[in-house]
């Protein structure tokens, strides 16, 4: 294959990337979330009413200092609350307000991504996982080597 057929395709995944990125802030809006906010609720949603902080880093794509952030406004809007586990790390868990706003956006969100790849075969979805799986692993190499 060409490399101008190769940049056109990863111009196309790039595009695919951006306009999924989009769609996510678009629902974030719609449910009166900041995007920052609907990941770290969509990531404590995931694993329970609560989870380590260390996990939200992870799950969330989103670097320590905003999540931090976010975390402390949604402390004080008393959505969440954190508490020590052992050594250094943290939990956090969501109040009864936070399950609450959680099931009214969080929630929503889940159903909606529930039935768009409801549209999709089993197989369709397990190559989707597998091909995505594959290219960030083969670009996180080369990221390495920058």
């Known amino acids: 294959m060409r490399s101008s057929e190769i940049t056109k395709r990863i111009h196309t995944l790039n595009y695919l990337?951006?306009?999924?990125?989009?769609?996510?802030?678009?629902?974030?809006?719609?449910?009166?979330?900041?995007?920052?906010?609907?990941r770290i609720l969509y990531a404590i949603h995931d694993n329970g009413d609560g989870?380590?902080?260390?996990?939200?880093?992870?799950?969330?794509?989103?670097?320590?200092?905003?999540?931090n952030s976010a975390l402390r406004k949604l402390e004080a809007e008393g959505?969440?609350?954190?508490?020590?586990?052992?050594?250094?790390?943290?939990a956090v868990y969501l109040t009864d307000a936070?399950?609450?706003?959680?099931?009214?956006?969080?929630?929503?969100?889940?159903?909606?991504?529930?039935?768009?790849?409801g549209t999709w075969e089993d197989r369709e979805i397990d190559e989707h996982i597998r091909l995505t799986q594959k290219y960030l692993t083969s670009?996180?190499?080369?990221?390495?080597?920058?």
């Open 17 to 38: 990337t951006a306009e999924l990125d989009a769609l996510y802030h678009q629902a974030s809006v719609k449910l009166g979330l900041a995007d920052c906010a609907t």
């Open 139 to 146: 670009f996180r190499e080369q990221v390495k080597d920058l």
């Open 79 to 90: 959505v969440v609350y954190l508490e020590r586990r052992e050594g250094r790390s943290k």
């Open 98 to 117: 936070g399950r609450e706003l959680v099931e009214r956006t969080v929630e929503r969100l889940c159903q909606a991504e529930l039935r768009a790849l």
């Open 51 to 67: 989870c380590l902080l260390s996990l939200i880093y992870k799950e969330s794509g989103i670097s320590r200092q905003t999540v």
